[in-house]
């Protein structure tokens, strides 16, 4: 066992010191993922499309906290004045209101991640299939990303990836033209 050790130690490096026959020249490529994560037009989307999907809910939540910051604040104005059963119930409306208040807060938080996370996992794969198919297309043998504790910027194809990602979303959003605003909805009382 030490000996098959020993020879493939040997081997590997005299294939580093170029003994080895002459062969291709081996390309390897460094990705920085994270980069392409922040700077993606697909990420950009994937972020606005979460921010408008969950804004509603946010501002529902926002405004049900100030109602009851307000309650509060007008329970401890009048507190002194109210009678005991009306600070009762004014403290039992406050109770429930901050539980739902909190129940509501925690539905959405945990609604807001599963989503992000399916998003997140979305980019990932297309971020791994434009890194996949540029690699492919320009013959790399090896490309690397996290984990990568050094890697001379010659390497780095980070830049290259991301211009195919910017393409691909270029191509995949229709050219839009200038419109006229659309009517205003009539509103209703």
Do not use: C, H
């Amino acid at each position: 066992m030490k000996r098959s050790w020993i020879v493939s130690v040997a081997g590997l490096l005299a294939i580093a010191a170029g003994v080895a026959p002459a062969q291709a020249e081996i390309r390897i490529g460094v990705v920085n993922a994270a980069r392409l994560l922040q700077e993606s037009p697909q990420a950009k989307a994937v972020q606005d499309s979460l921010r408008a999907e969950f804004a509603p809910k946010q501002r529902e939540l926002a405004a049900q906290q100030a109602a009851l910051k307000a309650k509060q604040d007008k329970y401890e104005k009048d507190a002194a004045t109210m009678s005991a059963e009306q600070r009762a119930r004014t403290e039992k409306e406050l109770r429930d209101g901050n539980r739902d208040y909190s129940q509501k807060l925690n539905d959405f938080q945990e609604d807001a991640n599963t989503r992000q996370n399916e998003e997140l996992s979305r980019l990932q794969s297309a971020i791994v299939a434009e890194v996949q198919s540029y690699a492919l297309s320009q013959k790399y043998d090896l490309v690397l990303t996290d984990g990568v504790l050094y890697a001379n910027n010659a390497l780095d194809i980070t830049a290259a990836v991301l211009a195919g990602l910017q393409a691909r979303a270029a191509a995949a959003t229709p050219a839009v033209k200038p419109t006229a605003p659309a009517p205003a909805a009539p509103t209703t009382k």
